[in-house]
């Protein structure tokens, strides 16, 4: 067991944070290490605050604008609708 568990221990590790708030931006969503026999690890993400927005966007019609538009803001920024006219 112990040859099995050491074997376990220095294989690669996949790291994700947990619990992110919607505000927050990540500059990796996972990241790989691999610790030296009998070691630990420290993993860092770089996490930025951002202000978020989600927009519903609607043709002129109503109706919100179909999942897979592409859009240009004003300041020349593209984003692709999602599901619902959200961006």
Do not use: M
């Amino acid at each position: 067991a112990g040859d099995a568990a050491q074997r376990l221990a220095t294989q690669p590790h996949r790291h994700r944070p947990d619990g992110t708030a919607a505000d927050t931006r990540l500059d990796r969503v996972e990241t790989l290490s691999t610790p030296r026999d009998r070691s630990g690890t420290v993993v860092r993400f770089s996490i930025e605050k951002i202000r978020a927005a989600v927009l519903i966007l609607r043709d002129a019609a109503g109706a919100p604008l179909p999942l897979g538009s592409a859009v240009l803001s004003g300041n020349g920024e593209r984003a692709t609708v999602g599901y619902d006219g959200e961006t």
